[in-house]
């Protein structure tokens, strides 16, 4: 059975700060995983989506990185900004055709 | 970009009644949507498959005749909560994965804005 991790589960840093959010999960037999922000009380945004045979993909000041044999995915944040407090979650699409989601990481961002 | 939509995004029911929440692709069709519940602080649980025109597939511990779930379209699907009591109270987030179609990502599924469920 996937589980999905994700560590920290609460981050708060100065304006300006570079940071990584971390995903674990526990089968690499993945199709994708992708990475979503959630505003408080508000739906899914997709920010990045990686294909299996992908090692990164970048948008922005987002970059996301997977090594599926070692079960992981960071998503780096560059020159963070208060606009990126959120909670960010990861996903990912396994062999049941489903997303099985992370626990997320709150974020929160000072200025 | 291909959008998927919720209807109502926001509802208050008194304990008893049921709720019917629409989830629609709007410029896509969908063979698969998803129904996801979210509780405060937690993140996202899935609640069921639905395809188009079969029944439902439903997660383990969720309760098929209190969360029916119909997929009558390739563009529109439901999900009535029936007998709504406080506990339902929640988030319910839908998706939608395309079909064959071209023009947008087969593996992936493109999520509705949500619907916030209040019951008194």
């Known amino acids: 059975k996937q589980e999905v991790t994700q560590i920290p589960a609460a981050l708060s840093v100065p304006e300006g700060e570079n940071l990584v959010l971390n995903c674990s999960f526990t089968?690499?037999?993945?199709?994708?995983l992708q990475w979503f922000r959630q505003d408080p009380g508000k739906g899914l945004t997709s920010l990045l989506l990686i294909q299996s045979s992908q090692r990164e993909q970048t948008s922005g000041r987002l970059n996301a990185s997977l090594d599926k044999s070692s079960g992981r995915s960071t998503l780096y944040i560059a020159a963070s900004q208060p606009g990126d407090s959120a909670t960010y979650l990861c996903a990912v699409w396994s062999g049941t055709y489903k997303y099985i989601f992370g626990t997320g990481t709150r974020l929160k961002v000072l200025a | 970009g291909a959008v998927v939509s919720q209807h109502p995004s926001r509802v208050i029911c008194k304990s008893g009644t049921s709720v019917k929440i629409e989830c629609r692709s709007l410029d896509f069709q969908a063979t698969t949507m998803f129904w996801y519940r979210q509780f405060p602080k937690q993140s996202l649980m899935l609640m069921a498959t639905s395809n188009e025109g079969s029944k439902a597939t439903y997660e383990q511990g969720v309760e098929k005749d209190k969360f029916l779930i119909n997929h009558a379209s390739l563009t529109l699907s439901t999900l009535t909560v029936t007998s709504a009591h406080p506990e339902d109270s929640s988030f319910y987030i839908c998706s939608a994965k395309p079909g064959l179609a071209g023009g947008v990502h087969q593996e992936t599924q493109y999520f509705g804005p949500g619907t916030r469920l209040l019951v008194l």
């Open positions: 089968d690499s037999a993945i199709y994708n």
